[in-house]
């Protein structure tokens, strides 16, 4: 199994709709988000968010996300840009698919 090849973490106010997780829906407000993608699966990123400064994370719907050529750090800017814009029904990957 490969190491980490690359993790990114931002903070970001989540636009109108919020983000949407697998483990409780849609989440709102201020949150950390992470992207990190290892060096055994380069060709995938995987987004979790969490409130910030809590300790639960949750898995952004449609994570993994394919990098179809971008590397982890667009793919974590992007995923950033969705958030703070927001989405009806919360940002998901597939907001994000190229």
Known sequence: MGGLAERYEDQVVAGPGGVMTDEVGVV?????????????QAHVARVRVQYTGAEEWYTLTGS????????????????LRAAATGAEGGVSADHLRS
């Open 28 to 40: 709102t407000g201020d949150l950390t988000v992470v992207t990190e993608a290892d060096d055994d």
């Open 64 to 79: 993994p996300i394919p990098l179809a050529g971008r590397s982890a750090g667009q793919v974590h800017q992007a995923v």
